[in-house]
Structures are given as structure tokens and as C-alpha cells.
């Protein structure tokens, strides 16, 4: 059925694939938002439990489409895969240690016995919350800003800099990248408890934090929007595959690509409008708004970085040892077969929009938090 | 490929993959054998409608949660390790080892995580049948995520569907049917599954076997011993056929393993299992020291186990590095690999550098002739083909003897249960409670046999663990190695005691919606 398809086909096919479910990822950290807000929209005690409860439904979604996106890069393009991983060491392990805790967190807050106290665990969600997004805008900003390292003539590559991903966080727009994710996330966060719980106080705190985050992700997002329009970026010559720095590549791949321009302006657009209807609207709906239009947007960040003769992994140290959809990805036999395993995606995410609206039918209140409920309780 | 080896880099490498699989292994056998004790006794509520059965699969589901977290946990920085501590690695073998990992994302663990949440919330939400098969799903998406990944790892083990591009250095898949249903990868799930079984039959053998030397929940306590015996037996019978089929694919392609396992030296034929030993302390491959202080075999039944042929001839250790040859057999010396390892290397060098398209063609028809032995070129000595044999003789064997153990305590547990004695015979609860740290040493043992027993290899004969690794400074991997060595100890002790904490508390508290009491 797929034989048809070149091996070129194929790589642009996963870098859509991969496009989007890094986009999704985006949306899910909705949940490191919440838990970023735990202390801030919950007061007492039954309050931060319920903030806890209403968001820790979907951790294991967002946990889940993270592996997913590791794991599918590492299929699609094991050249990054051993690249970035291997090379921003620091930065990843720093990833891994923040998702580790989250991980446990939910389960043992609560429990009897379990060692360091609730405090801990929600100090350990708060971590998750603040670092992972911001951590994952970074590292995806430097598909814009590059990296320091090279590879040999067996592909093996070695980093740069003893900093191993450390450095990434000296460049402001890694930094602006990082925190614009963090902020969104906030305002994602807070509009999920807001539809997602049938407490007022919670309510309104949270309307009020989608404010006052929109404003610091705004600041964030339009430097980074102003520096990735006008810096030089990676391109890659489709005869010679020699990479090479090119003016404006991103505002010409914008331009070259109307797909982008559009999912981004209707990204935004939805964005912003969640927003607005969850703060002057009093809405609870603002984040399927905003939520898509995160989805959009990133989508549209991503197909920048990858298509249009771009290297979506450039290493700043020696321009031919850039990642391209073409030089890193696997064979077409593999992208072959795994893009049969992708046709089973739909099937996935409509079995998770069933169960979603199953779980989510039934609001938080005050009432499921007690440690004594009929049904599972963090 | 690689001009210099760091060793510290490999050693902590190693040990870090070493310790999180450990953190690792702790849970997952207990989540995948749990799944199935719970979907089951929900299945018996949902017929009945008792509900003492409905607490009981509660219950459990409740001490599943607090493990599967913390499993979770532990799975994505084994995952996120091959890229971050094993980049060469994910390179030279993505091609191949990455679509399984993919694979399991897409096909099982979205299953298992998105039902998991509707088997804890759903309960007394949602209807029961739903309910039921979203205990099922969970179950099933736990297999079927252990399904892609051991066969990622039989792959490592017996390197099939593959072959070797030279113009970017790596294997590429070929045949994704002959990975998926290699004989490596259908015994080792089938052996890895069923071992999960017994894990979760005895977890629930251990704590039941308490509540009724306490006198505690007794109803609730004989049920859960009864279906995790028969789990238990099910799962003990299932391990033993499966290594038998292990011990066979070992002896055909991975006979180093073997050697060490039995502690083989000298090939022989009508080789005979070494049923208990103690091997000779500071013996080196190559000198003449007696293998063993003492041993206990039972003849020609390793050469069956093997080879299928009582008389068959079975190689050891001086064989495998020296070099063997008679009348129907021909063992090509580790040195002699090792030359032609690096005439591979040599002439793939040639391929990649030169420009002249005559030389080009001859390099790559003398890297194509040789390529099998590729990865002898970075054996550093004839002797490193062999793994470490003390470590993986007495792992085998204190498996075997675990396992023999665990069948005979199961059975008669399940005797006892049917003829409604078994809180009678505390000796047996207490060998119950004895179980659950010996179903875990058999599971470490195993995998240290399977694991360990691969060395020097990450792909057989093809790629040595020294290439493997990530392209950075030891101390990385030293300083991060100790931060999750902190991190997941601190983890593993809060679960255990939160457990300790929801077993002593038990199952009365437990709430269930159903029909009467039966």
C-alpha cells in the first residue's frame, strides 16, 4: 500500500507525525501548569487537594505522549535521538529526574507512610511544573538557535562543551522559548482546573492567574516570535545537502510554506480568544479554545524548523554536522512499517477521547477528595 | 570507529543502566502479574456479584496503583538512558531498536495509562462492564508494552531481519516479521510474562498468608491465596517450558552464555547439568586450575537441554577463546575473529574515505565477506568474549533452585486451598510470605543471566558495550549515576513503607458497591 512512497515522502510524513505529537505535548503540559499553580489556587488544604485531583487525572496523558515523542524520534530519526540525548546530557537527565518525581507524586502525596510528607510531594509537582515546560521550550528553541556539536564520518557525534546542554540556557531565545512554554502552560493549567472543577474560590483564582500569566507569556512569546523572523537560519541545498546560513530563513520558510502562516495566525487567534473568554467572559470552555490553538500554533512552530530544505537540528560548531529530515532519519523500510503502527493513532486517540469525556463527566468537588471515596483519591 | 575507550565511561555507563533497570525491575514484573489477579476476581464480582470479590480486586488494585506510579516512573529513564548514556548505541542500532520502543508508545502503553485511569476512577462511575474490560485493557496494554520491548531486546540477544549499511555505519531494518517472531523474542516474552505472574501471585501469596497467620480477613486472604496459586502455577509451569526453550535458543546462538552458565571449560559431548557447585576461586580462562571445588551433575542432560541430542558436543569456555576443531566441528579461534573483526573495520574505513570507485568496490566486497565479525574489532583481549562466569553460574543456578522452590510452594498451597485447609498449615503460609523475596531473586537472577551473560556485546558479535556508550566525560555519568541512585532510593523506600502502611491496614477499609455477602 505504501510502496508508492519515496523515502523522502516517508521523512516528511514523520516529521509531521512527530510535529504534532510534540504539539499535543504542548497542550498536555496543561497539567505541569496546574501543578505549578497548586499553592497559588489552593489555600487550604481541601482546596490544593482538589486542584491536585482535578489535574492528576490526566498526568498520566501528558507523561505518556512525552515517551511517545522520545520514542518516536528515536524510531523516526535516531540520529537526533543519539544527538541530542547523548549530547545535552545534563539538560535531559534534568528532564528525567523532574518527570521521575512527578511520577510518584500524585500516588504518594496522600498516602500513610510515605516518607517525606505531603508538602514534599506537592513541592516535588511544583518542580515538574516550573521546570519541564520550561525546560522543553528550551531545548525546542535550539532547532532555531543550534547546538554545539559534530559529528564523525560514522555518524557518531560528540558535544562540544563540557556544559552538556547547560549552555543552551545562555541564549535569550532558548531562554524566551522556555519561558513562553512555562507561562502557557500556567494559562492552560489554570483554564483546564476552571472547567474542570465545581469550586468557586478555585474558580476565580485561577481566572485571575490566566491573566496575569497571559501577560508574562506575551512579553516571552513576541521576542521569541521577533527573533525567530529575523535571525539567520539552518538551510540545507536539496542537490548538494550542504548546509548553509541563509537571512530570514524562518520568515521565508513562513512565507514559502502558507500552511504555516495560516495554522499559526488561527493558532494564535485561538489562543488569545480562550483567554479572553475565560477572563471577560467568565467562560469555562477557554481551554478547548486556547488548547487547540496551542496545538496550532506549535504545529506550525515545528513544520518551520523541518520542512522547506531547513535543518531542523542545527549544530552552530560545523554546519554539516546539522540534523536534517533527510540525513537523520531511519530507513524506508522502517518509516515503512512504523507508518503502518501510526495508522492505529486515530484508534488511540479516540479510545482517550471516550475515556477523557468519561472520567471528566463527573466534576471535582469536595466531595471526591475525601481519602475514605468510593473511587481512587491522590 | 571509536580511537579511544574510556573505560571508567563504559563501567559507570553500565552501572547506571544496571541500577535504574534494577529500580526498574522491582516493579514491573509485580505490575504485569497483578493486572490479571485483579481483572480476574472483578470478572468473578461482575458473575456473582459478591462482593467480598470486589474488595478483593480492589484491594489489590489499590496496592497495584502506588507500584505502578513509581514503575512508570522508573520506565522513562530506562528509555530516555538508551539516547542519553548510549547514543552510539541508538545510532548504529535505531534503525531497528527504535520501532519497537515507538511501537509500544503508540500500541500499548497509551492503552494501559488511558484504562488505567478509568479502572481507578471508574469504580462505582462508570458500569461494570465497562469497568471489567478496562481492567482487562490495563492488563492487556502491560503485556503488550513488555511484548515490544523484550523483543527490542531479543534483538540485541540474536540479531536478526538486519543488515548493515556502510555508507552511514549502522544496521537497518529488513524484516520487521523475523525480529517481531524471532525464537530470542517470542521464549523471552513468554519466560519474562510468565515470571510476572508468579511475582504477582506470590506478592499476593506473601501479604495473605499474614492476614491469616494474624487471623485477619480470612475470607478475603483464602480466595486471594487460592487464585494467585492458581496463577502461580500456571506461571511457575509456563517459566520452566519457557526456559527450556531459553536454555535452547542460548545453546544455538549465544554459546559463551552458556559455557559461563554451566561453568563449562572443556566442551565435551554428553555434556551433563550441573545441578548445585561451587566454583574455584581466582580461576582464569586458560590455566589449568579444577573449575570446580565441587559440583553435582546429572549426565548428557545439558547436551539435550542444548542440543536436543544426548551425545551432542557442547563447547566451552577454551573452546570459545582458543578455538576448537574435530571431524564434524570447527570453532574459529576468539583471536582469529578478532583479526578479521578488524579487517572489516579496515576495509569499511577504506569505503567511507576513498574516492576511487575500483578501490571503493573492493573495500566493501572485503567488508561484506567479513562484516560478521565486525565487532571482534574492538575485543581488546581473546579472553574478553567470555562474560563474567562466577557472576553468572551462581545467578543461573540460584534461579533455577528459586524456581524449584516457588513451584513446590505454590502447588501446595493450591492443594491446601482446595481442600479449604490452608490456614491450617501455618508452616506453609509462612514459606507463602519466604516467596515473594525468592520469586524476586529468581526474576534478578534470570536477568542478570540474560543481561550480564550478553557481555561483551550490546549486539551479539556485532557491537561490543565499550563502542556503545555516549561520547562524554565519565564524570557525567558518575555525578548523574549518584543522583539517581539518591533519588530512587528515597523513592523505593517511601513505597515500600506507604505499602507496608496499606497492607497492615488491609482490606476491611476497603469500600465495594454489590450484591450480599456470600
Known amino acids: ?193 476552571i472547567n474542570n472543577t ?42 548538494s545537502n550542504q548546509v548553509y546560513l541563509e537571512a530570514n530563513k524562518y520568515l521565508n520558510n513562513f512565507l514559502a510554506m502558507p500552511i504555516s502562516i495560516v495554522l499559526f495566525l488561527v493558532g494564535v487567534l485561538l489562543v488569545i480568544y480562550g483567554i479572553i473568554s475565560t477572563w471577560f467572559m467568565k467562560s469555562t470552555k477557554g481551554i478547548w479554545f486556547s488548547g487547540l490553538g496551542t496545538v496550532c500554533t506549535v504545529l506550525a512552530i515545528f513544520f518551520v524548523a523541518g520542512f522547506n530544505n531547513t535543518s531542523f537540528y542545527p549544530s552552530f560548531i560545523d554546519l554539516q554536522s546539522s540534523l536534517t529530515i533527510k540525513n537523520a532519519s531511519s530507513s524506508h523500510y522502517t518509516l515503512t512499517a512504523m507508518t503502518y503502527i501510526s495508522f492505529l493513532v486515530p484508534v488511540v486517540i479516540a479510545y482517550i477521547y471516550f475515556t477523557w469525556k468519561a472520567i471528566d463527566k463527573h466534576k471535582i468537588t469536595k466531595e471526591d477528595i475525601k481519602e475514605d471515596a468510593k473511587h481512587h483519591v491522590y | 570507529m571509536i580511537e579511544n575507550i574510556d573505560l571508567t565511561l563504559v563501567n559507570w555507563s553500565r552501572a547506571q543502566f544496571a541500577m535504574t533497570a534494577f529500580f526498574h525491575w522491582l516493579f514491573i514484573p509485580l505490575t504485569i502479574g497483578m493486572t490479571y489477579i485483579i481483572a480476574f476476581a472483578q470478572t468473578l464480582h461482575v458473575r456473582t456479584n459478591d462482593p467480598e470479590w470486589e474488595k478483593l480486586a480492589k484491594f489489590w488494585a489499590k496496592l497495584f496503583g502506588i507500584n505502578f506510579a513509581i514503575g512508570v516512573g522508573t520506565g522513562i529513564i530506562l528509555g530516555l ?40 476512577f471508574g469504580w462505582g462511575r462508570i458500569s461494570k462492564k465497562f469497568h471489567l474490560v478496562a481492567c482487562y485493557l490495563v492488563a492487556f496494554g502491560a503485556s503488550l508494552s513488555a511484548l515490544w520491548i523484550l523483543t527490542a531486546n531479543a534483538w540485541m540477544n540474536y540479531p536478526v531481519g538486519m543488515s548493515f549499511n556502510p555508507d552511514i555505519a549502522r544496521h537497518e531494518m529488513v524484516d520487521f516479521w523475523a525480529i517481531l517472531f524471532s525464537p530470542f523474542a517470542v521464549n523471552k516474552f513468554l519466560h519474562t510474562i510468565s515470571s510476572g505472574f508468579v511475582i504477582g501471585s506470590f506478592f499476593i501469596i506473601a501479604v495473605s498468608s499474614w492476614y491469616l497467620l494474624k487471623g485477619r480477613s480470612v475470607l478475603f486472604a483464602k480466595r486471594s491465596i487460592f487464585l494467585a496459586s492458581v496463577f502461580g502455577l500456571v506461571g511457575t509451569g509456563l517459566v520452566i517450558l519457557t526456559g527450556d526453550g531459553s536454555a535452547y535458543n542460548v545453546a544455538q546462538h549465544q554459546p559463551a552464555k552458556l559455557a559461563a552458565m554451566e561453568g563449562l571449560y572443556d566442551g565435551k559431548e554428553g555434556a551433563g547439568l550441573v545441578t548445585v557447585g561451587i566454583l574455584t576461586p581466582g580461576k582464569k580462562i586458560g590455566d589449568n586450575k579444577d573449575p570446580f571445588i565441587f559440583k553435582q551433575e546429572i549426565p548428557y542432560v545439558l547436551s539435550f537441554l542444548g542440543y536436543r541430542d544426548i551425545n551432542a558436543f557442547v563447547p566451552g569456555i577454551n573452546d570459545l577463546v582458543y578455538g576448537y576443531k574435530s571431524d564434524k566441528l570447527e570453532i574459529v579461534s576468539a583471536s582469529k575473529k578478532m583479526e578479521y573483526g578488524r579487517i572489516a573495520m579496515q576495509a569499511l574505513s577504506l569505503y567511507k574515505k576513498t574516492d576511487n570507485s575500483e578501490e571503493k568496490t573492493m573495500a566493501l566486497q572485503l567488508f561484506t565477506e567479513y562484516q560478521p565479525f565486525m565487532g571482534y574489532a574492538h575485543i581488546t583481549s581473546p579472553e574478553k568474549v567470555i562474560p563474567n562466569v562466577p557472576m553468572i553460574f551462581y545467578s543461573f543456578h540460584i534461579m533455577v533452585m528459586a524456581g524449584f522452590f516457588l513451584i513446590a510452594v505454590v502447588a501446595g498451597l493450591l492443594f491446601f486451598s482446595i481442600k479449604n485447609k490452608v490456614e491450617n498449615h501455618k508452616w506453609l503460609l509462612r514459606l507463602g510470605i519466604l516467596g515473594f523475596p525468592m520469586a524476586f531473586i529468581a526474576s534478578m537472577t534470570g536477568w542478570i543471566v540474560a543481561e550480564v551473560g550478553r557481555q561483551p556485546w550490546t549486539i551479539q558479535d556485532l557491537l561490543t558495550t565499550s563502542v556503545s556508550t555516549s561520547n562524554i566525560n565519565s564524570m557525567a555519568v558518575i555525578l548523574t549515576f549518584w543522583m539517581f541512585f539518591a533519588l530512587l532510593s528515597v523513592l523505593v523506600i517511601a513505597e515500600v513503607r506507604i505499602m507496608l502502611a496499606a497492607i497492615k491496614k488491609g482490606p476491611e477499609s476497603t469500600n465495594t458497591k454489590g450484591g450480599e455477602n456470600a
Open chain 1, 1 to 193: 500500500m505504501l510502496n508508492s512512497l519515496s523515502h523522502f515522502d516517508l521523512q516528511q510524513y514523520w516529521w509531521l507525525i512527530m510535529s504534532l505529537v510534540g504539539s499535543i505535548l504542548v497542550f498536555l503540559l496543561f497539567v505541569q501548569g496546574g501543578q505549578s499553580l497548586i499553592s497559588t489556587l489552593g489555600k487550604t488544604a481541601d482546596e490544593r487537594n482538589m486542584v491536585v485531583n482535578s489535574i492528576g487525572r490526566k498526568w498520566e496523558f501528558t507523561f505518556t505522549t512525552l515517551i511517545l515523542f522520545a520514542a518516536g524520534m528515536f524510531a523516526a530519526f535516531p540520529l537526533f535521538y543519539s544527538t541530542s540525548f547523548g549530547g545535552a546530557y545534563y539538560a535531559w537527565k534534568l528532564f528525567l529526574i523532574v518527570f521521575v518525581i512527578q511520577a510518584v507524586s500524585f500516588e504518594f502525596r496522600r498516602k500513610k507512610g510515605n516518607l517525606l510528607g505531603t508538602k514534599t510531594y506537592d513541592t516535588f509537582l511544583a518542580i515538574n511544573g516550573y521546570v519541564a515546560p520550561f525546560l522543553l521550550g528550551a531545548v525546542v528553541a535550539t532547532f532555531f538557535t543550534g547546538s554545539a556539536f559534530i559529528r564523525n564520518e560514522y555518524n557518531l557525534s560528540f558535544w562540544q562543551t563540557e556544559l552538556y546542554g547547560i549552555e543552551i540556557l545562555f541564549e535569550p531565545t532558548n531562554l524566551a522559548l522556555g519561558f513562553a512554554v512555562l507561562f502557557l502552560a500556567r494559562i492552560l493549567g489554570a483554564m483546564y482546573i
Open chain 1, 198 to 239: 465545581l469550586e468557586n474560590t478555585i474558580i476565580e483564582r485561577a481566572r485571575k492567574q490566566v491573566a496575569i500569566n497571559t501577560v508574562s507569556f506575551l512579553v516571552f512569546f513576541l521576542y521569541f516570535v521577533y527573533q525567530l523572523l529575523v535571525m539567520d537560519g539552518y538551510a540545507v541545498d536539496p542537490t
Open chain 2, 81 to 120: 538512558e538508551f539516547g542519553t548514556n548510549w547514543s552510539n548505541y541508538s545510532w548504529i542500532s535505531g534503525d531497528i531498536f527504535g520501532a519497537p520502543l515507538a511501537a509500544e508508545g503508540i500500541m500499548a502503553f497509551f492503552l494501559e495509562s488511558t484504562f488505567v485511569a478509568v479502572m481507578f
